[in-house]
């Protein structure tokens, strides 16, 4: 009998527990905040943790990737916007953004790339949204140093993206100068007829970078009311430094310590400075490599020292780009696509 006994005690344990996760599940799914991002699942050695973790295959080894780095915290860099009360915020770009107050952020952006293209964010409706169609808000940046295809400014990108659009997209507006939050911005509508979706992108310059705005959405009305809410945004370049391209070459350079990379020698490593009106290097911001590489450059940048760049005769604080590693060979410049 006592076989028969304990196989009974098992089974109604089992079931026991079965029945407790499943209330346990049903209860956390009920109570869930579904105005806030889902949580990032936890790693390293408290990974056990995490009821949802999923396990690696057999036979797959996970190599971290290229992330970005700065030599002070203090001083903030493109990545590390929030959002706080339905407000987005970015110091670097002096940038606030009220988004409408039924939509909530999908996504905080990833790490940047190596051609210094940053998501900063994605906004969407709220499971509160009243209205007849959806759509989505992604906020964006192109570092103009490093872009993929070479640009002197926002115009030249814009112009090289309309170059792009292939024949499924039907232009409904081309680049064109608006003024809007008291700043210029280049507009281009552009469709899509199969998927009856319609495109709004509004970009503007701010520190050598290209930021976007695009809207998304099959109802126009709904993309006109987004692009009236870009109004209520700030985006300032007040106290920022002079923002100089290739000023890190030639006669500007006074001493120099090389980085020397021992290991993963091949990828592309572009780096911001922010040097201070004596030529010293302030900041050191990489944007992207392996945290062994990112140690090394800003070990050797930090010893670099300059000629003060005078703005009206006066020395002033600079920002400028270097990109080390191995720098991809752009296939096309901006100035040649087709407007």
Not at 245 to 254: F, H, S
Not at 285 to 314: C, M, R
Request: aromatic letters at 8%; proline letters at 8%.
């Amino acid at each position: 009998m006592r076989p028969k006994v304990f196989s009974l005690l098992t089974v109604i344990l089992s079931v026991s527990l079965l029945a407790g996760a499943q209330s346990t599940d049903a209860a956390n799914s009920s109570t869930q905040d579904t105005e806030k991002p889902p949580q990032q699942p936890l790693s390293g050695d408290f990974a056990v943790d995490n009821p949802d973790a999923k396990k690696v295959p057999q036979g797959v080894i996970l190599v971290k990737g290229a992330v970005p780095s700065a030599s002070d915290a203090s001083i903030p860099v493109p990545e590390t916007g929030n959002v706080t009360e339905k407000v987005y915020t970015n110091q670097y770009f002096g940038m606030t953004y009220p988004f409408p107050a039924d939509w909530r952020q999908k996504y905080a952006g990833p790490p940047p790339s190596d051609t210094g293209y940053y998501v900063l964010t994605q906004i969407e409706p709220s499971k509160t949204f009243t209205g007849p169609n959806r759509g989505t808000i992604l906020v964006s940046a192109q570092d103009l140093f490093f872009g993929y295809t070479p640009a002197r400014n926002a115009l030249e990108l814009v112009n090289a993206k309309r170059g792009r659009l292939n024949a499924d997209y039907k232009v409904e507006q081309q680049p064109t100068e608006v003024k809007i939050a008291g700043r210029t911005f280049y507009r281009m509508d552009y469709m899509s007829p199969v998927a009856e979706l319609h495109w709004y992108t509004l970009t503007t310059q701010i520190r050598c970078h290209s930021v976007e705005f695009m809207l998304t959405s099959g109802d126009t009305k709904l993309l006109e009311s987004l692009v009236q809410g870009i109004d209520k945004a700030r985006l300032s370049e007040e106290n920022a430094p002079v923002c100089v391209k290739n000023y890190a070459t030639g006669e500007n350079i006074l001493q120099k310590v090389d980085p020397v990379l021992t290991d993963r020698k091949f990828n592309p490593i572009p780096v911001r400075i922010i040097i201070d009106r004596y030529g010293k290097v302030k900041h050191v911001h990489v944007i992207s490599s392996f945290p062994e590489q990112a140690k090394i450059i800003t070990d050797a940048l930090l010893q670099w020292e300059f000629k003060p760049y005078k703005k009206n005769g006066e020395p002033v604080e600079i920002e400028t780009g270097i990109m080390f590693g191995n720098a991809r060979m752009p296939t096309r410049t901006a100035t040649s696509m087709k407007d």
